[in-house]
């Protein structure tokens, strides 16, 4: 049984375009959302996350917003650049654990 | 500044041997967790450390066992390796969360093939 789900598999957009990926869960009781980004033969590394009491974080060009009652967030890129191109995971923590999504194939075509 | 660093980076077994990943961190980081990742189902959790002689299963256990006897590596062992275990096996650490939740720092991962 999925906890976090990212329905879609891949994504393209045009670079200078926004870019929004999206994300759902089903327990409640998660206290935070982050997003990962990740290039092939490396790690997972940490993009930004959100606080369960919080509806939206910024830094730079990424946004995320999140809607508990809809159990939805969601990454907002723009302007989308070439080097954004990369899979993004979704993460939900909660007790010091995470729980990711699928993740979603991003490419950002010139 | 090497983060976290997972050897080896690559490695075929064939069915039954065992192995042993291991995975350092010099962040002076109190948790430490080893993942797996395999195609459209993101990470799963396999087991985690919330500092040096504790350990505590995961999502997906089955088959692992791990030790935490220092506080900068986490051993991640196969006793008798099966084709189900083929995967990327990624390893990171972090803080406690406090007030803002730490994220976890990722190791490049061990891809891992069994025959």
Avoid at chain 1, 36 to 59: C, H, Q, R, V
Avoid at chain 2, 61 to 86: C, H, I, M, W
Wanted: aromatic content about 10%; glycine content about 10%.
């Amino acid at each position: 049984d999925q906890q976090v789900k990212q329905n879609s598999p891949s994504l393209s957009v045009q670079e200078g375009r926004i870019s929004i990926l999206n994300c759902d869960y089903t327990n409640s009781m998660f206290d935070y959302f982050l997003w990962y980004k990740k290039y092939p033969a490396e790690g997972p590394t940490f993009l930004i996350s959100i606080s369960s009491i919080k509806d939206k974080n910024e830094d730079g060009r990424f946004t995320v917003f999140l809607n508990k009652s809809a159990k939805h967030l969601s990454l907002h890129i723009v302007p989308s650049q070439p080097g954004d191109s990369a899979v993004y995971f979704c993460a939900a923590m909660g007790a010091q654990k995470l729980v990711f999504g699928q993740g979603t194939r991003l490419t950002i075509n010139p | 500044n090497a983060g976290v660093t997972q050897t080896p980076k690559f490695r075929v077994l064939k069915t039954g041997q065992s192995m042993t990943l291991l995975c350092a961190q010099d962040m002076n980081h109190e948790y430490m967790y080893w993942y797996r990742q395999d195609p459209g189902m993101g990470l799963r959790l396999i087991h985690y450390s919330v500092g040096e002689g504790t350990t505590a299963k995961g999502e997906v256990p089955d088959g692992y066992n791990v030790s935490r006897l220092k506080k900068q590596n986490f051993l991640l062992g196969l006793e008798s390796a099966a084709p189900s275990q083929t995967s990327v096996y990624f390893c990171a650490s972090s803080d406690p969360g406090g007030q803002v939740g730490q994220p976890q720092h990722f190791g490049d991962g061990t891809r891992l093939s069994i025959l």
